[in-house]
């Protein structure tokens, strides 16, 4: 049962562009999201998150939308870079955090 | 801040084995500790939640007799993979959350298991 998808596998984008990174969740008492951001061999690592009450949270390049009505939140990183090159995931909890479902993953690629 | 220390990043050894890997909470009270599963190319799959001093919380399908955890302080958390088999050669992840409200957990960096 996967209640939180990712369904682009990959993503490749130029330096500087605006790179857009989707999930979607089926699981409608979801309250709070997140995104990781993992490189090969380590952990993810915490990038933002934003609760139900809101649609939007911003932290410096990054921006997170979530739309609760379509179950869909993005991820938004502007201008994109090549450090930002990693596989991303999107996690979704209920109100308690104690049970987060992660997405498969989508892997960005940023290009000089 | 938030930094959690996982020990040991890579473990080789023998099928029958036992194995045990530590997380740490280096710079905050962890009430909650997760383990978490990842098998190539696919996502972090839950484990098991353990709380401070409680029996840990495992999802369907992970065996507790195998997996066994120990949740002693709020800045350690242990996972025994017990007679270990080539089956359960993967990488291991733990995390970690303080509490109060919409908290991220924050994860260490993970141990590579291979049994042969």
């Known amino acids: 049962d996967q209640q939180v998808k990712q369904n682009s596998p990959s993503l490749s984008v130029q330096e500087g562009r605006i790179s857009i990174l989707n999930c979607d969740y089926t699981?409608?008492?979801?309250?709070?999201f997140l995104w990781y951001k993992k490189y090969p061999a380590e952990g993810p690592t915490f990038l933002i998150s934003?609760?139900?009450?809101?649609d939007k949270n911003e932290d410096g390049r990054f921006t997170v939308f979530l739309n609760k009505s379509a179950k869909h939140l993005s991820l938004h990183i502007v201008p994109s870079q090549p450090g930002d090159s990693a596989v991303y995931f999107c996690?979704?909890?209920?109100?308690?955090?104690?049970?987060?479902?992660f997405g498969a993953g989508t892997r960005l690629t940023v290009k000089p | 801040g938030a930094v959690v220390s996982q020990h040991p990043s890579w473990v080789i050894c023998k099928s029958g084995t036992s194995v045990k890997i530590e997380c740490r909470s280096l710079?905050?009270?962890?009430?909650?500790m997760f383990w978490y599963r990842q098998f190539p190319k696919q996502s972090l799959m839950l484990m098991a939640t353990?709380?401070?001093?409680?029996?840990?919380?495992?999802e369907q399908g992970v065996e507790k007799d195998k997996f066994l955890i120990n949740h002693a302080s709020l800045t350690l958390s242990t996972l025994t993979v017990t007679s270990a088999h080539p089956e359960d050669s993967s990488f291991y992840i733990c995390?970690?959350?303080?509490?109060?409200?919409?908290?991220?957990?924050?994860f260490g960096d993970g141990t590579r298991l291979s049994i042969l």
């Open positions: 995390s970690a959350r303080s509490s109060g409200g919409h908290q991220p957990q924050h």
């Open positions: 699981n409608s008492m979801f309250d709070y």
């Open positions: 934003i609760s139900s009450i809101k």
């Open positions: 996690a979704a909890s209920l109100y308690n955090n104690n049970d987060m479902r």
């Open positions: 710079d905050f009270q962890a009430t909650t």
């Open positions: 353990s709380n401070e001093g409680s029996k840990a919380t495992y």
